[in-house]
């Protein structure tokens, strides 16, 4: 069954480094999300990207955060000077097309540690 | 999008049907109610969606009340790995290079216990 994978499962970094999360998609899927979930909290909306562009975002996407499609088959978040708060489950996640029928499907997760 | 509400936390035995709760009283004529869940900090999973009718998959049910402000997902025979935080999420149908964002609220933590 296809599915959504996200590299690295955790990654480490210091306050003020840059981070790129990865996400390999569902194969012709053609709408992708981020998602953050903070330890305890809710899970939260960042941004939508469709077409080669970003759809919606929310007010935590701010202008620390980027996000890119390089190819066709990549989706990554960049966080380009990372924050204590940053710390998070960073869940990616991609759906099919129009329709309310297309759910979304989510990837594991990558655990960001800002120390 | 309309608000749900859900009971926090919910017990079931192992074996038994689990039914879990949603209320959406201001939810509107063309929105749908959808369900996920997320087994210990993995990826949500999507798990069924309806709009008016009762609808039925391989995973669970969904009965969504007539007046639609309100539904209850259904684990048939709950196993332990059902345990799970539920999220119930209403909105309306994805449209054309719209967003369509999930909105997630603290959901129904079901704990099935032998």
């Known amino acids: 069954e296809p599915e959504v994978t996200q590299t690295p499962s955790h990654q480490v970094t210091q306050m003020g480094q840059e981070v790129i999360l990865r996400c390999v998609p569902i194969?012709?899927?053609?709408?992708f999300y981020w998602y953050r979930q903070i330890l305890g909290q809710k899970v939260e909306f960042l941004v939508s990207?469709?077409?080669?562009?970003?759809?919606?975002k929310s007010e935590i996407f701010d202008d620390q955060f980027s996000v890119e499609r390089p190819d066709g088959s990549n989706f990554t978040l960049k966080i380009r000077s990372t924050k204590l708060e940053d710390s998070a489950m960073y869940f990616c996640?991609?759906?099919?097309?129009?329709?309310?029928?297309?759910?979304?499907?989510f990837g594991p997760g990558t655990r960001l540690t800002v120390l | 999008d309309a608000k749900t509400t859900q009971p926090p936390s919910m017990d079931c035995a192992e074996g038994r049907a689990a039914n879990l709760p949603c209320n959406h009283s201001?939810?509107?004529?063309?929105?749908?109610v959808y369900w996920y869940r997320q087994i210990h900090s993995q990826g949500p999973q999507y798990i069924i969606h309806?709009?008016?009718n009762n609808e039925t998959n391989e995973m669970a049910s969904l009965i969504i009340t007539e007046d639609r402000k309100s539904s209850t997902l259904i684990l048939p025979h709950a196993t332990l790995r059902d345990t799970a935080v539920y999220y119930c999420?209403?909105?309306?149908?994805?449209?054309?290079?719209?967003?369509?964002?999930?909105?997630f609220g603290q959901g129904t933590e079901l704990s099935v216990k032998p």
């Open positions: 996640a991609s759906r099919a097309g129009t329709g309310a029928s297309n759910e979304q499907f």
């Open positions: 999420i209403v909105r309306g149908p994805f449209g054309y290079n719209q967003g369509g964002k999930l909105i």
């Open positions: 194969s012709n899927h053609l709408y």
């Open positions: 990207f469709y077409n080669n562009e970003i759809s919606e």
């Open positions: 309806g709009l008016k």
């Open positions: 201001t939810i509107s004529g063309n929105e749908y």
